[in-house]
């Protein structure tokens, strides 16, 4: 172990045995108003946004105690004016600063370095966490800043399921299957082939690799548009969901490497559906197996923001959305719901809405952590200690369990 992880170490022992309840990020007691701030996302990369107008004038109507500041432009990606969220009780401001002192931070790209920088200190953080492009130096910055921050991708609700990874998915799902219908013709320099074929022409194949949300929507739109689809996944019980979803035509199989490079190597269309719950990267098809594929195939790797599941996979951008490599054509952009992000935003803005709502209604933060179990399960980071062990084994950093840290407040 490094000095710097001796000294992080070190500095969150220490955090953790010295920290009295009444320094624990409290907003209901230092404040009778709440106030949320969301950042216009001026990455490029990113066009959804976390509340829509209706959610900001629910909040402020069931709420009573929030106050929501927005950038301007902030919902421009997703057709969202700033008149439209001035008009149901949102404050419209060019000012960052103000934006980042909020107690609360609304955004789906994560924060960069530079947005960091910014924040006050001492804040709830609700943003996405794409771990695998986030380096050590990334969380020792935001726990120097001793946030709460919690992820999209690990929040749960009371049944257990992840609401908005599930939302996502079924919208990366559908969209995978005509992104690749894209690619696979002559616009964009592709095979030329329609995806299901016609009448006396043989129809696509499409291989699906996991069987969960996100491949049963994708394997569903595939099957619908005529084209061949075989799907793969670890799990026989998610496999047999999927068919009698989506029928008994689909061919299943678990996933075995000679069966499966079999399959790939005849593919059209490859389909990377797995979610690793360590959200690290999980590779199932190698660089070996993609040299076999069929010149100008198409692979499409839905959870590339966790690392991905092919070994060739290398995150992209909606501005330059694919590259070449054997040959094949990759697709493999991190945020896929971004394409249609209005109806992404209405998605994410439901959950949230009614997770502000709950903590409003909780007084504070500790007993909004306390009285929601599927909500701590998407704390990374609480009042700057890392709580995420896969991040600290992963990066070498100290953490601790958040239901431990609770049990002591």
Known sequence: ???????????????????????????????????????????????????????????????????????????????????????????????????????????????????????????????????????????????????????????????????????????????????????????????GEMLGGITGVSPSEVVIIGAGVAGTFAAQTAYSLGALVKVFDYSVTNLSKLQQTVGANIFTSTIHSKVLLNAIKTADVVIGAIRNPDRMPNIIVTEEMVKMMKPNSVIIDIGIDQGGIFETGRPTTHKNPVYIKHGVIHYCVPNIASRVARTASYAISNVLAEELLRFNKSGSLIQYLKQNPGIRSGVYIFNGVLTDEHIGLYHGLFSKDIDLLLAAL
Do not use: C, W
């Not at 709440?34 to 509340?51: C, F, T």
């Open 1 to 191: 172990m490094t000095s710097s992880t001796t000294s992080v170490k070190q500095v969150m022992l220490n955090k953790v045995s010295l920290m009295p309840q009444e320094e624990m990020l409290d907003i209901k007691k230092d404040s009778k108003i709440i106030k949320i701030g969301i950042p216009a996302d001026n990455s490029g990369i990113e066009h959804r946004v976390p509340l829509a107008p209706l959610a900001v004038e629910m909040l402020l109507k069931k709420g009573g105690d929030f106050e929501i500041i927005i950038e301007r432009g902030a919902g421009k990606g997703a057709n969202f004016s700033d008149h439209q969220y001035s008009e149901y009780g949102a404050r419209i401001t060019e000012d960052k600063a103000e934006i980042y002192s909020a107690d609360i931070i609304l955004k789906i790209f994560p924060l960069t370095t530079e947005e960091i920088a910014l924040l006050s200190g001492n804040q709830i953080i609700f943003t996405s966490l794409h771990t695998n492009t986030q380096d050590k130096n990334y969380f020792i910055e935001l726990m120097s800043k001793k946030v709460t921050a919690i992820a999209f991708e690990s929040m749960q609700d009371n049944q257990g399921s992840n609401p908005i990874v599930k939302s996502m998915s079924e919208i990366a799902g559908r969209s995978s299957i005509l992104i690749a219908s894209e690619y696979l013709s002559n616009v964009h320099k592709g095979k």
